[in-house]
């Protein structure tokens, strides 16, 4: 991001909460507009609402998939991507499947991913989701590898609904790790400082709820 480029431009403007109202998501797309946001980041059953509000602009529709556990089927991972693409998403945030991972069970995680990303292709970016603070440094390695082999563009650090966000430790130990592909930090990012670390590491784009603040304090 060059010194000229607003930290917006590289914002997923978020609201997960499951006590979200229409009005709620309503907001944030009108904020997300004001202030350019790379995207509005929502659960999938919001999906066409954002999209039809985002309509016209350069604002993306985000949708998180198996969200925020990661422990659904495939298969019903693999139907709210198809949903949330068919009612106008054009980013998808899936959840790995953390026990697998932490089973060392690598082929059920190709394979959920590889379905997903199969889904998304050539219609909407795939961001794979793998809870950091639940892994150890061998198993994020191998989770951006596992997401990299599978088709996935990006790799993401947190659901921020864990016991840990985004550090900028582990957004270095994937962008090592993984730097033909895109990384998203996530979770706990609530201030400029914070967020420029994050973008200094190797983010690549960062999910906020706290996305007007950060503008506003990069302004003053």
């Known amino acids: ?35 350019n946001f790379a995207s509005v980041c929502v659960n999938s059953c919001h999906a066409t609402l954002v999209s039809d509000l985002l309509r ?23 139907f709210e991507a198809v949903t949330a693409i068919a009612n106008g998403a054009n980013e998808l ?3 790995i499947n953390i026990g697998a991972v932490k089973e ?9 991913i590889t379905a997903v990303a199969n889904v998304a292709k050539g219609k909407a970016q795939l961001k794979v989701i793998l809870e950091t603070c639940l892994l150890d440094d061998q198993e994020k390695e191998l989770a951006c590898l596992v997401a990299r082999k599978a088709g996935a563009d990006y790799v993401k650090t947190s659901t921020g609904f864990s016991s840990g966000g985004a550090t900028v430790a582990d957004v270095r130990l994937m962008k090592r790790t993984v730097p033909q592909m895109k990384i998203k930090a996530s979770g706990g990012i609530r201030d ?4 420029r670390a994050m973008l200094e590491a190797g983010a690549d784009r960062l999910g906020c709820s706290a996305g007007v603040a950060i503008v506003k304090e990069e302004q003053q």
């Open 104 to 112: 060392g069970d690598w082929r059920t995680v190709e394979d959920d």
């Open 192 to 195: 400029l400082h914070t967020a």
């Open 56 to 78: 016209g602009s350069e604002v993306k529709t985000c949708c998180v998939i198996g969200f925020p556990l990661g422990a659904a089927s495939t298969l019903s991972k693999v």
């Open 1 to 35: 991001m060059s010194s000229s480029t607003s930290i917006a431009s590289v914002i997923d403007h978020t609201l997960l909460k499951p006590e979200a109202t229409t009005d709620a998501v309503r907001q944030i797309c009108a904020e997300a507009l004001e202030f």
């Open 93 to 95: 945030d899936m959840v």
